[in-house]
């Protein structure tokens, strides 16, 4: 990697105040770093300045009470994954937090990287390929080998976005709190990812001057059963071929409200709601979890070599709606 | 002439005995390559193409060298000279710290001219296609063997079959990557550690090198963290660190980093064969004709066994090697083996249900291994045969479930070459010294046991010395399942010889003939009056200021080749979403005399993992658009890890009493036997590895 300087965050207002100095790249912020040393190392980063936000006070904390939750962004994915409360009321999101990696990595990669994490795309993560999201002219993938690539909303980059935590906030409805030179704001989770044909070059909507504080979840209908389904060729660690978000708010075996959000299939995490659609209102049973995952693989626009991502994420989808209705 | 004796008289052959270095390798105290550290030492790394195929037109070193740290740089290649694969080495570069070799070799200015290329078997053959070796159309001339008459056994077949059968690169993964401490003592002499599975073969090829003796070089590799075939020679990345100790006087460590190891350092050559067998209605394999190729990168020995263990009269091969713009391959464990048997038993499996017969009796047919048939019998009854799919993916529910089986042989029977030495010394103390290695199988292990058996003491009484060229006893490579074979009958020889000294002092006070003389429990005793004894002790303190130091020999009556493996799987494919997860393995594996059944059954547990991996998981990706490897890593090159690993019940078939060598043939019927048992669970049969969820839902969405 590059040499870099390492500065220990105070406050936020430092940080930001820091990183308003630069444009995206040269000043970086770094916490559990399982991402982004990586990338220093592969020299896709080569920032002059890394900001240590573990020093910042109060931003690793989880709370809950009858609102819902706040979680830090500071907070572990181990610490997600454990919590009883959110194992309990929120299980779409501890199980998310649960198939993250390694217990080495969910032990230090925190909520805020996980959501703002780059790509794991292979012609990405190549130093010495120049594709579309470094910059360059094309998306390699397009062309070329794209099993792990994208199935929705790809145009014109068609990597897939990593998270398995972020499709769980979306689905329960999160919102997350970002801090700029100006203050803070607090906007929807699903708000705050971008699709390639917005900006090829970043997956969030945030500035180069601001950070994730919080993610804030509602506390879920206690009607509401929820999980999360993650397909991988490898136990662990392994990314997501496809992941399924599902929350469903349950009258016996009808289903009163349902959110699908698909994670490894899209550049962001993607909301279908055509599942959605199929399964509100309806009493789950074979033909109708089946009929939702027909309807949201419908406008799948599959590459060379994923295909399959469309099977896998019909089949998931189908599955998951089974699986509100089992015990 | 010596013999290993009846089972019931060995007190430590034949049990299942701890690994003396287990302790050391768990804690960390074990000390492997990547761990020496020397005095003023320096750090070396390698500066390596980026681009498949391309021309140096210009190399300047001099920004390198310029940068403080940095102690020598050193072109591995020059202008006007053809890069021929990603990875290939064009500049070195030694400095005081890791970070600032790294640092230095992006200053390294390097101009390359592109030149078209071909990473793809197809891309290679495909008309048109950039001619990169000298082989025309990118194919060797094809080896053609034919036996029997084929035209013939066809007309007799009753069924026939015609598929495509594929395996993909795979590399070695190697968990210690490729690497040398190199350090001159002065100009004619050269240590080196090294994670080598040749310790005297790597000192010998130094020693031509650098034109020196070859015992004023000495090798040291006490642990080793794998080779498995791809660790024979020091490498460009060896010699290169020698000459970089030379240049700058100071030691040197030059490891490999992962992406070259992926790149560089070997790999399992491709295989595709297009083949069509028939059988007669009795069920007797009567024609077989193939046409098959592979692709070991720039270079040839891309072969592979086919057919594969079962016999068939007509036969006709044809094999050719493709030339592609990728990293050499190397031997890798079971050379060409287990892809042939994937490809064999997948054949056996699909001319038997043609046949309408069980695929287990199938085999039994065309199976003239009477170890074989044994293990056939045993291993269903273990993995429970009977309970398997009588129709190919009948199974109910999402989740299905199968079995399969698959076979392998191997030889493993050892041979010449390996000089040893057992000494007792006075103090009650016992050594035993030989140039081997340990790449992990456990031979210092077995060199305690033999010893210990031997002397009448318990294996941690014995100091085992390996991985060393400096006593100068030489051992051959660590490869073809040799290295117990080859070491056991020499050290035992040795320690025998040993014994018969110690008894001749022993003699006069005890009053009795040497050859009324017994070893016993830490004692020596007259077999004609048992309570004529002296102890270990007292025997060796008769030695004074002396020791007893024998060497051994070769002794072909103690060891013998040839193996028979046989595995079963059970299986369950999730048909939603194509994952296959191995339930069972049952390994039956032939092995002759297993001198420490604990690490036998530690070598067939790996075998099957490594022949998990590459049914299941592994596979080098190579980019036609870029040239590169996509998965020079190990977050997208998959190998098992403990959510696939299943239950492993490894079956130490010992069929005699002389040593043979299981390093290599318990990763070779796994193939077979885990794609069979896919098949078996849903009837859609997948011919190319590896058996990943996309290629399931893809058979599983044609299928219906």
């Known amino acids: 990697m590059e040499k870099f300087s390492y500065v220990n965050a105070t406050s936020l207002k430092q940080v930001t105040s820091l990183l308003s100095d630069s444009g995206w790249g040269e000043i970086m912020m770094i916490a559990g770093g399982t991402d982004l040393l990586a990338e220093l190392k592969e020299y896709i980063e080569t920032p002059k300045t890394l900001i240590n ?157 601001e950070i994730v504080v919080e993610v804030q979840v509602p506390n879920p209908n206690p009607n509401t059963k929820s999980l999360y389904l993650k397909v991988r060729e490898k136990g662990a660690p392994d990314f997501a071929l496809a992941s399924v978000a599902g929350v469903f708010e349950m009258m016996g075996k009808t289903c009163q409200t349902a959110s699908i959000v698909l994670g490894g299939v899209a550049p962001a995490p993607w909301r279908s709601t055509d599942a959605e659609t199929a399964l509100t209102g309806k009493m789950i049973n074979d033909s109708v979890s089946t009929k939702a995952g027909e309807e949201a693989v419908k406008n799948a626009q599959p590459l060379n070599d994923n295909e399959y991502k469309v099977t896998l994420t019909q089949n998931l989808i189908s599955r998951a709606a089974m699986m509100a209705v089992s015990k | 002439m010596a013999s290993w004796g009846e089972a019931s008289q060995s007190r430590l052959i034949g049990k299942r005995i701890t690994r003396l270095s287990g302790k050391d390798k768990v804690t960390g105290k074990a000390k492997y390559t990547y761990d020496i550290n020397r005095p003023g030492m320096l750090f070396a790394r390698i500066l390596r193409s980026d681009v498949a195929h391309a021309t140096v037109m210009d190399i300047d070193l001099s920004r390198a060298e310029a940068l403080p740290g940095v102690q020598a740089v050193m072109p591995l290649t020059e202008a006007g000279r053809i890069l021929r694969y990603q990875g290939q080495e064009i500049a070195a570069v030694a400095a005081e710290t890791d970070d600032i070799a790294k640092d230095a070799l992006r200053l390294i200015f390097v101009e390359l001219e ?89 000192r010998n090829d130094f020693a031509r090198r650098f034109d020196i003796p070859a015992n004023q070089v000495r090798v040291i590799t006490e642990h080793m963290g794998g080779g498995f075939g791809s660790k024979f020679g020091p490498g460009v990345e060896g010699h290169t660190a020698a000459q970089l100790s030379r240049i700058t006087g100071k030691p040197i460590k030059l490891m490999l980093t992962r992406k070259a190891e992926h790149l560089v350092a070997g790999n399992r050559p491709s295989m595709t064969q297009h083949v069509k067998a028939g059988a007669s209605s009795d069920g007797r394999l009567v024609a077989y004709d193939m046409r098959g190729y592979g692709t070991g990168g720039i270079s040839s020995g891309a072969g592979f066994q086919a057919p594969y263990v079962y016999h068939v009269e007509n036969r006709k091969t ?63 009854q273990e993995i429970g045969w009977h309970r398997r799919n009588t129709v190919p993916g009948s199974g109910t529910g999402v989740k299905k479930r199968g079995m399969g089986v698959g076979s392998g042989q191997w030889g493993g029977g050892g041979g010449r070459g390996t000089q040893a030495r057992v000494t007792i010394n006075a103090d009650g103390t016992v050594e035993a010294v030989t140039g081997t290695q340990d790449i992990g199988t456990g031979i210092r292990t077995a060199i305690a046991i033999i010893v210990a058996e031997e002397l009448g003491l318990a294996p941690t009484d014995i100091s085992v010395k390996v991985g060393d060229s400096g006593p100068g006893l030489p051992s051959g490579g660590s490869g073809g399942s040799q290295t117990t074979a080859s070491v056991a009958p020499v050290i035992k020889t040795a320690a025998m010889a040993a014994k018969q000294k110690l008894f001749e002092h022993v003699a006069p006070l005890l009053k009795a003939p040497v050859d009324d003389l017994r070893i016993g429990s830490r004692t020596i005793y007259v077999a004609s009056d048992r ?96 040239g590169r490897m996509l998965n020079a890593n190990l977050e997208d090159y998959k190998v098992p890890g403990t959510y696939e690993i299943p239950e492993i019940k490894s079956i130490v078939f010992d069929t005699h009493r002389k040593v043979t060598g299981v390093g290599e043939p318990p ?38």
């Open chain 2, 531 to 626: 309570t004529n004894t002296v102890t270990w002790n007292q025997a060796t303190g008769l030695l004074g200021q002396e020791s007893i130091s024998e060497g051994g020999n070769w002794d072909q009556e103690l060891r013998q080749g040839g193996v028979a493996g046989t595995q079963f799987a059970e299986v369950e494919v999730d048909t939603q979403t194509g994952h296959v997860k191995v339930l069972k393995i049952v390994a039956v594996q032939d092995c002759g005399l297993a001198i420490n059944r604990l690490t036998t059954e530690s070598q067939i547990n790996g075998g099957v993992i490594m022949g998990l991996g590459q049914t299941l998981l592994e596979e080098r990706i190579m980019d036609p658009q870029t």
């Open chain 2, 318 to 380: 044809e094999k050719f090697n493709v030339a592609t713009n990728a990293g050499n391959q190397r031997a890798m464990r079971a050379p060409g083996h287990p892809q042939g048997a994937f490809a064999m038993d997948s054949l056996m499996d699909e001319l038997a249900e043609k046949l309408g017969m069980n695929p287990l009796e199938f085999r039994r047919i065309n199976d003239s291994s009477e170890v074989r048939q044994a293990q056939y019998t045993l291993g269903a």
């Open chain 2, 114 to 202: 592109e030149l078209p290329f071909v990473v793809t078997e197809a891309d290679a053959m495909a008309e048109n296609a950039p001619q990169i070796r000298d082989w025309e159309g990118n194919q060797s001339n094809p080896g053609i063997n034919e036996q029997g008459d084929v035209k013939a056994g066809f007309e007799e077949a009753a069924v026939t079959v015609e598929a495509t059968y594929h395996a993909p690169v795979q590399t070695h993964v190697c968990l210690e990557t490729h690497g040398h401490v190199t350090e001159w003592t002065d100009e004619q002499n050269l240590t080196v550690w090294a994670s080598t599975q040749a310790v005297f073969g790597v």
């Open chain 1, 53 to 209: 936000l573990k020093t910042l006070p109060g931003m690793d904390s989880i709370s809950a009470d009858a609102s819902g939750l706040k979680i830090g962004a500071l907070t572990t994915v181990a610490e997600i994954a454990m919590h009883p409360t959110i194992q309990q009321h929120y299980t779409v999101l501890a199980q998310a937090a649960a198939s993250v990696a390694t217990p080495q990595i969910r032990n230090v990669g925190t909520l805020g990287g996980n959501l703002c994490q780059r790509p794991r795309c292979w012609y990405y993560r190549d130093e010495t390929i120049s594709c579309l999201k470094k910059g360059g002219d094309l998306c390699y993938a397009v062309e070329g080998l794209s099993k792990y690539h994208a199935i929705f909303g790809g145009d014109p980059v068609y990597i897939v976005h990593p998270s398995d935590i972020a499709p769980a906030l979306i689905a329960l409805n999160a919102s997350i709190k970002i801090a700029g030179p100006e203050g803070e704001k607090t906007i929807k989770v699903e708000e705050f990812f971008t699709l390639p044909a917005a900006n090829p070059f970043r997956e969030n909507v945030l500035e180069p001057n």
């Open chain 2, 667 to 704: 990763c070779i019927p796994t193939l077979g036997a885990i794609a069979n048992a896919v098949y078996n669970a849903i009837g859609v049969r997948i011919r190319e590895l590896p058996i990943t969820p996309d290629k399931v839902l893809t058979a599983l969405a044609e299928k219906a």
